[in-house]
């Protein structure tokens, strides 16, 4: 089956350490999208990245990096500067970046830093 | 900046009554998306609107798209419980960047 893999639904790190999400998709998607979901504020726009070797910050890009080697791939990094990580964050992706194309989201990641 | 303002935040109505969210754009829109995200889940695809004055439903579900193309409504018919979740309008522009809006969650009390 073709989908959006995000590894790990939960996960838990002390403040000050930096950490990587991973984002894997199957569908051939040329756009790849990173949002932060918070309680009534619905999504935000964190990086995306319309084509491989090549990606733009969103809204809500101060502490956060990403990378996109693959097209496959597209994984965040969580910086120890990122003033408030814990949130629930969601990788996306599209067939292209042009309008009409539908997101399509993976299951999220639980961030908690303590 | 382009926002997408969306009303209201939270529903909750009797099985079998109607539901209705909207949502409001400070800019035209090339397009909107409305998305649904089960509790605990993901935002899932449902529909996307493009013509001015669009409407298009999805059996007890209709979605409609404003003349000016800045608003957009999600009206469900005799709400079930299988329709509890928050509901996300997202509009792009001619940039085709998304913006999501705020989401209404949607309580359905049997």
């Known amino acids: 089956d073709g989908g959006i893999t995000q590894s790990p639904k939960y996960l838990f790190r002390k403040e000050g350490q930096n950490v990587t999400l991973s984002c894997e998709q199957n569908?051939?998607?040329?756009?790849m999208y990173w949002y932060r979901q918070d309680p009534g504020q619905g999504l935000r726009l964190i990086y995306y990245?319309?084509?491989?070797?090549?990606?733009q910050k969103g809204d809500i890009a101060e502490g956060y990096s990403v990378s996109r080697e693959k097209k496959e791939s597209f994984p965040l990094t969580v910086t120890s500067a990122q003033k408030n990580p814990t949130a629930f964050y969601l990788c996306?992706?599209?067939?292209?970046?042009?309008?009409?194309?539908?997101?399509?989201f993976g299951n999220g990641t639980r961030l908690t830093v303590t | 900046g382009q926002q997408v303002m969306q009303i209201p935040q939270y529903q909750h109505v009797q099985e079998g009554e109607d539901f209705t969210t909207y949502c409001n754009s400070s800019?035209?829109?090339?397009?909107i998306q409305w998305y649904k995200q089960r509790p605990g889940g993901h935002p899932v695809f449902l529909i996307q609107?493009?013509?001015?004055?669009e409407v298009k439903k999805q059996k007890r579900l209709t979605f409609q798209f404003g003349e000016a193309k800045k608003n957009s409504s999600l009206h469900i018919t005799a709400t079930q419980t299988t329709d509890v979740g928050t509901y996300f309008c997202?509009?792009?522009?001619?940039?085709?960047?998304?913006?999501f809006g705020t989401g209404t969650s949607l309580t359905v009390i049997p």
């Open positions: 569908l051939n998607h040329d756009a």
């Open positions: 990245s319309q084509i491989v070797n090549d990606f």
């Open positions: 800019t035209t829109l090339s397009n």
């Open positions: 996306a992706s599209s067939i292209t970046s042009s309008y009409n194309s539908p997101l399509h």
């Open positions: 997202a509009g792009q522009d001619t940039g085709n960047q998304f913006y």
């Open positions: 609107l493009v013509k001015s004055g």
